[in-house]
C-alpha cells in the first residue's frame, strides 16, 4: 500500500520556470495547425486500417504513479503475450515535451508508445503541433462501458480524439482546523482580511489563474485576455492588502499542518495523504464559486512503433479491477466510479495497517467526488501556442511580486 506524494510536486519542481516554459513553447508557435475533430478523424482511421498487432509496447510514466509490484503490467501480458517495458522517465510535463518534441520535430519516434501528459500547455502543443496520434475508439471498449460521463467529456480533448485519463485531481481550499473553527465555503475566504498573513496561494500560474477567475465570477475555460487581467488584479489585490502569506509549491502542505498558514489552496490528494500518513486533521472543499480538475493522459505519440498494443494496454486500464489495482497504490481520483465499490470489498478482507488504508481510501471524499464537487470542476484556462505568451505575462508577475 504504497502510496504517492510527489506528483504534483514535480510540477513546481522541474527545474523549468514558468517563464522559460513559455520561451520554449515559443520556439513551436506557427509550427504546424491544429487539425479540425474531421480531419483527425479522417486521419485516424487512416493510419490504423495499416497498423498490424505487435508484441511489445513501452510505457513513459511519472515517478510512482503505478501500483509498486507492477502487478497490472504482469497481468496484461499474462492475457495478451505483450511484453512491457515501464520507464519511469517523466518528472515534469515541460522537461519531457522539451525532450521529445526535436525528437517528433525531424520525424524521429520518442522510442514510447504511450506517455503520460497532464492537460494544458504541453498536451495543446502536442496536439497543435500534429505530434499525437488520434486514438482508435474501437479499441475503447473498456473505457467507453467504464468511465465516467465527467471523463468522456472534456473541454480540452472534446470526444477523448487524442487522450484518455489516467488518473486525476482536483484543486480546492483547505484548512487547518486548529486555527480556523468555522469551514470556509467560498473563494473569499481566501481574500479574507481577518486571515491576513496566514493565506496560502500557489506559485503555478495556471492554478493561480483559475482562482482568479473563480474569484470575479468568470470559467477559465471560457476566459477572455481582457477577464484574465481582472483577475490578475484581484490577486494583485490580495497579495497587496498582506493577504498571502507565499505562493507555494507543495511545501504548503507542511506550512498548513505546522500553522504557518491557516487557509490555503490544496490539492485534494496532498490533503488526503497528509492526513493518512501523518495524523493530521485538515480538512479540504471545493469551493461554492468553482475548483480546478487537472487530468492526467494517456496519449500515443507521432511514430509509435507499437501502437495497437499500446491501445489493448490503455483500455486494459478501464477493467474495474486493473483501475481498482492502480487507485489503491496511487490514491488519486480515479475515471471509473465502478472501483469503489471493489476496494470497499477489498478493505473488507483485508487486515491491519492495510486495512485502515483501504477503508480511508474507498470512504475518502476527496477521492470521491460527490456530484455537486464535480458539477463545480472546471479544467484550466486552455493555453496555446498563440496566447501562451500573454496569459504568462498577466499571470507570472503576480507570483513574482
Not at 153 to 159: E, K
Not at 268 to 296: H, M, R
Amino acid at each position: 500500500m504504497t502510496a504517492r506524494y510527489s506528483r504534483r510536486a514535480a510540477l513546481q519542481l522541474g527545474g523549468l520556470s514558468a517563464a522559460a516554459l513559455t520561451a520554449a513553447a515559443c520556439g513551436v508557435q506557427g509550427a504546424a495547425k491544429q487539425q479540425s475533430t474531421a480531419q483527425a478523424e479522417s486521419a485516424a482511421d487512416k493510419f490504423w486500417k495499416a497498423q498490424k498487432p505487435t508484441g511489445t509496447v513501452t510505457f513513459a510514466n511519472w515517478a510512482l504513479y503505478i501500483d509498486p509490484d507492477h502487478q497490472t503490467l504482469k497481468d496484461f501480458t499474462a492475457k495478451t503475450g505483450i511484453k512491457v517495458t515501464y520507464d519511469e522517465v517523466i518528472q515534469d510535463d515541460s522537461s519531457f515535451f522539451a525532450k521529445i518534441h526535436p525528437q517528433l520535430a525531424s520525424g524521429q519516434s520518442t522510442g514510447y508508445d504511450i506517455m503520460v501528459i497532464t492537460d494544458g500547455l504541453e498536451f495543446s502543443e502536442l496536439v497543435e503541433l500534429g505530434e499525437a496520434i488520434p486514438l482508435d475508439q474501437s479499441m475503447l471498449t473498456n473505457f467507453h462501458q467504464n468511465a465516467g460521463a465527467a471523463y468522456q467529456h472534456r473541454s480540452f480533448d472534446p470526444g477523448n480524439v487524442y487522450s484518455v485519463p489516467w488518473a486525476s485531481g482536483s484543486t480546492g481550499i483547505a484548512w487547518n482546523p486548529k486555527y480556523i473553527k468555522t469551514p470556509p465555503t467560498s473563494i473569499n475566504d481566501l481574500w479574507n482580511p481577518a486571515y491576513a498573513g496566514h493565506v496560502g496561494m500557489m506559485s503555478d500560474p495556471q492554478e493561480i489563474a483559475n482562482f482568479g477567475l473563480f474569484k470575479i465570477g468568470v470559467d477559465p475555460e471560457n476566459s477572455t485576455q481582457k477577464e484574465w487581467q481582472a483577475a490578475a488584479a484581484a490577486l494583485k489585490q490580495q497579495r497587496g492588502a498582506g493577504i498571502v502569506r507565499q505562493y507555494y509549491d507543495q511545501s504548503y502542505i507542511n506550512a498548513l499542518s505546522k500553522g504557518d498558514v491557516w487557509i490555503t489552496m490544496a490539492w485534494s490528494g496532498d490533503i488526503f495523504q497528509q492526513n493518512l500518513s501523518a495524523g493530521t486533521d485538515l480538512q479540504f472543499i471545493v469551493p461554492k464559486e468553482g475548483g480546478t480538475i487537472w487530468t492526467d493522459n494517456m496519449m500515443i505519440p507521432k511514430y509509435a512503433a507499437n501502437p495497437v498494443a499500446a491501445m489493448q494496454l490503455i483500455d486494459w486500464y478501464y477493467q474495474p479491477r486493473m483501475a481498482a489495482t492502480l487507485t489503491e497504490a496511487i490514491n488519486y481520483i480515479t475515471p471509473v466510479p465502478a472501483v469503489q465499490d471493489i476496494i470497499k470489498s477489498d478493505a473488507a478482507s483485508a487486515k491491519g495497517s492495510d486495512k485502515a488504508t483501504l477503508e480511508a481510501v474507498a470512504t475518502s471524499p476527496l477521492v470521491w467526488l460527490s456530484a455537486a464537487d464535480y458539477a463545480r470542476l472546471k479544467n484550466y484556462v486552455p493555453i496555446t501556442s498563440k496566447n501562451q505568451s500573454t496569459f504568462y505575462g498577466i499571470f507570472q508577475p503576480v507570483v513574482a511580486g
